[in-house]
Structures are given as structure tokens and as C-alpha cells.
């Protein structure tokens, strides 16, 4: 079946600009995570989803970062105001309830000027 | 607080040798599971393996074969007989069975070249 997917698979943006990146799980995965992958360096987990609700968003750098998933599917990841420091690869995984396998989608790599 | 150390950054190898891959993890945690994941140069990361804590059975899988040791807190990982194909950054995890949805904490990567 389907991986995770995720748009769009770049996205260059000026410092304080708004951005949003999607995430698309594995169709019946009720667990979504995003994660922050600097360059060099392993993913940073910064937020996990349970259904619809936000149940460990404790990884959030600040509070120009935000994340929904209103239908308990797609999630998007919004950061405000967005700083060069806030340049990185975002990685979105999905897991099954029963398992423990996070399984990860391809990033968005995203780049403030 | 849970942590992952790979202490070699980089290693490098010619085709056919086997290859050795560390990974010393801290937790307080009685339960927690750890991971291998594989991320080639298109970047995105491919589970490998899980183990569970309570379960310190070798894994071979393949080419791919796992340690695990819980009297050193560490889960290394070997590649037999090499190839050009498993040049990548491998990542070992650990997630906690206390932690809200059992969250990844990764070590800093290994970087594998084979060269042929």
C-alpha cells in the first residue's frame, strides 16, 4: 500500500514568512509524528498526534510552531514567522496502534533565506 | 532522560568487509524498545529492526545481524559482507514504553561508504 507522503517535498521561504507543511500517514495508521532532522545530525522529535488530539507536543521549539490533524488523518505542521535557524528537514512517520514501527515519509526539507 | 550515542561518525570500507556499527543507549526505563533505521542518500529512513527490552536474543536477518546487551546498554549492529548498496546513515532509536506514544530518540548517525 501507500507510505507516508509529504508536500511539498521542498520549500524555500524568506525569514518571517508563514509556512505549512503537510503530512499524509498510512491510510489507518492512528499515530502521527513530526520530527526535525538538522543537517548532520539524527530526527529531534518535535510532536506526536493520537487521533485528532496533540497527546506530546513537548519537542515544539517554541510557539511559532503549531501542528493540527482535525480528522485524525492528515496533520500539518505550521511555523510562524520562520527564522534561518528553522531551516532543516521535516520528517513526518505514522504507526500502526498495534505495533511499535514508526514508519517515515520522505521530508520536507525546508530552507529560510 | 532517555539518550542514544553512536560514537562513529563516519566509516568507511571496501566492498565484501564486514562492517560494525555501535550504539550505547541510556534510559531509566524497565521497558523500552530500540531501533535500527537506514537513511540512503534519496533521505528517506527505512526501518530495519525492533527489539524489545525483555528480549536479548540476537537477530540475524540477511547480511544484517544484531547484538543486543543490556549489561552494556548497547545494540550494535553488523553488516556482513558489504556492498555498495548499503552506503547510507544508519540511525539506532530507543523509544520508552512510559513515554506518550512511545517517541523516538535517535543517536546522531553513522555514515556508511562501501566503496567497490
Known amino acids: 500500500g501507500a507510505g507516508v507522503s509529504q508536500t511539498p517535498s521542498n520549500k524555500v521561504t524568506e525569514k518571517g514568512k508563514y509556512v505549512e507543511l503537510r503530512c499524509d500517514p498510512i491510510s489507518g495508521h492512528t499515530a502521527l509524528y513530526w520530527y526535525r532532522q538538522s543537517l548532520g545530525q539524527g530526527p529531534e522529535f518535535l510532536i506526536y498526534f493520537q487521533g485528532t488530539g496533540a497527546a506530546d507536543d513537548s519537542g515544539l521549539p517554541n510557539d511559532r510552531f503549531f501542528a493540527v490533524r482535525p480528522e485524525g488523518s492528515v496533520s500539518t505542521l505550521k511555523i510562524q514567522r520562520t527564522e534561518r535557524g528553522d531551516s532543516a528537514v521535516y520528517l513526518c512517520a505514522s504507526r500502526d496502534g498495534n505495533y511499535n514501527e514508526q514508519f517515515f515519509g520522505p521530508g520536507t526539507r525546508l530552507t529560510v533565506l | ?116
Not at chain 2, 543490556?70 to 545494540?75: A, C, E, G, Q, R
Not at chain 2, 513515554?99 to 566503496?115: D, M
Open chain 2, 1 to 116: 532522560a532517555q539518550k542514544v550515542t553512536q560514537a562513529q561518525t563516519e566509516i568507511s570500507v571496501v566492498e565484501k568487509e564486514d562492517v560494525t556499527l555501535d550504539c550505547v543507549y541510556e534510559t531509566r526505563d524497565t521497558t523500552y524498545y530500540l531501533f535500527w533505521y537506514k537513511q540512503p542518500p534519496s533521505g528517506e529512513l527505512v526501518f530495519l529492526i525492533r527489539r524489545n527490552s525483555f528480549d536479548e536474543q540476537n537477530e540475524i536477518s540477511g547480511r544484517y545481524s544484531w547484538n543486543f546487551q543490556k549489561s552494556t546498554s548497547s545494540f550494535n549492529f553488523t553488516i556482513t559482507a558489504s556492498q555498495v548498496v548499503d552506503s547510507a546513515v544508519y540511525f539506532c532509536a530507543l523509544s520508552e514504553a512510559s513515554a506518550a506514544g512511545n517517541k523516538l530518540t535517535f543517536g546522531g548517525g553513522t555514515r556508511v561508504l562501501v566503496k567497490p
